[in-house]
């Protein structure tokens, strides 16, 4: 029997990504805005992480598809959608409560049903908790790639119509042009329903496509070429930043993105343990993170002001990160493979 084939690469890139997702959230909530990690991890670095996650699971998901158009086609791609549907559904039930305590402290005067009809809506839009927001967009994505493709359109055409939609989300999140944009009274019905451009539509479909990309051609560069791609393209990303402000969508984060794929895809690492154990570990980092951000505000409420960033940083981050490889560690033993269902 053929040996299950690895992407020690892409492990290791998924869990330096969910590292710097954890912490752009722990910079955004207790870093002051005058801090220049806002610039270097919320604005910069961490705008790899939601591209890159998106590329990597169009790859797994479409290596598996002929055309689309099979039943069997279907059935997978279906079948994942439910996954991560199913996903969406088990996190947000564990984080209920920590909406429904920000319902309850919270100053807004809504009522018990207007919120529960602003979480039904945010749980299909935009989510409640951070981080969650990246699955129904997942799912989203994905259904639109597979659509399209099952159509035959050709990948360049997919790539096209999602970099046309990611552009407009570019230049809209942007405040510097954000305000020059023509039909405004267009954006504002748009936010009026749907809340943000940061979903499967405009920020996912070019990058799931870029995975169908990857999954279909047998071209790859070298470390090398892919390396030295990837760090020039990080290098302009920054220079987008610094002037832009950017923090929710860089434009050059596209090709910094392929490139960092392709690095990956270019490494040659022997099979071990540890790479699958990294991205079981980059996927409880990514799912459960906000949970120890919340308890740590809630143990240390009446003396926060006495933490430095340093020591902020360490007690979240370092609890969150040592829960997620003793579940990766339990979840390989018996009686406990459940947990596998859980990520």
């Known amino acids: 029997m053929a040996e299950k084939r690895q992407y020690n690469g892409l492990d290791v890139i998924k869990f330096i990504l969910a590292i710097l997702v954890a912490f752009r959230h722990v910079v955004q909530i207790y870093y002051p805005v005058e801090s220049k990690w806002r610039l270097l991890i919320c604005s910069w670095l961490s705008n790899l992480a939601v591209p890159g996650f998106f590329i ?45 305590y920000g319902w309850y402290y919270s100053d807004s005067d809504a009522s018990m049903l207007e919120w529960i009809w602003y979480y039904i809506k945010s749980f299909f839009l935009s989510h409640t908790i951070v ?3 990246f699955l129904p967009a997942l799912i989203v994505a994905c259904l639109l790639v597979w659509f399209l493709y099952s159509k035959k359109m050709k990948i360049w055409q997919i790539l096209v119509a999602g970099g046309v939609l990611f552009g407009i989300y570019c230049f809209e999140s942007n405040h510097y042009f954000g305000l020059q944009l023509p039909g405004m009274a267009i954006l504002q019905l748009y936010y009026k329903y749907f809340y943000t451009m940061r979903n499967g539509l405009f920020y996912g479909t070019f990058y ?13 560069m070298s470390f090398r070429t892919a390396a030295l791609g990837f760090v020039g393209c990080l290098a302009l990303m920054f220079l987008e930043v610094i002037h832009y402000h950017n923090l929710n969508c860089v434009f050059m984060a596209a090709p910094a993105a392929f490139f960092m794929i392709s690095a990956a895809f270019a490494v040659k690492w022997k099979n071990r343990k540890l790479y699958p154990r990294l991205r079981g570990m980059s996927q409880w980092v990514y799912l459960s993170q906000y949970y120890f951000m919340f308890l740590f505000s809630l143990a240390t409420q009446p003396y926060l002001v006495s933490w430095t960033k340093k020591e902020i940083t360490i007690a979240v981050m370092g609890p969150m990160i040592l829960f ?3 579940m990766v560690w339990l979840s390989e033993k018996k009686g406990f493979g459940w947990l596998r269902k859980l990520i």
């Open 56 to 100: 990597m699971a169009g790859f797994f998901l479409f290596r598996k598809i002929e055309n689309g158009r099979t039943d069997r086609d279907k059935k997978i791609v279906w079948g994942y959608c439910w996954r991560i549907f199913k996903l969406t559904l088990i996190w947000s039930a564990i984080y209920l409560p920590v909406d429904i």
């Open 131 to 133: 981080q969650l927001w």
């Open 208 to 220: 799931v496509a870029l995975g169908l990309w990857f999954a279909k051609t047998e071209k790859r």
């Open 324 to 326: 997620s490889a003793v």
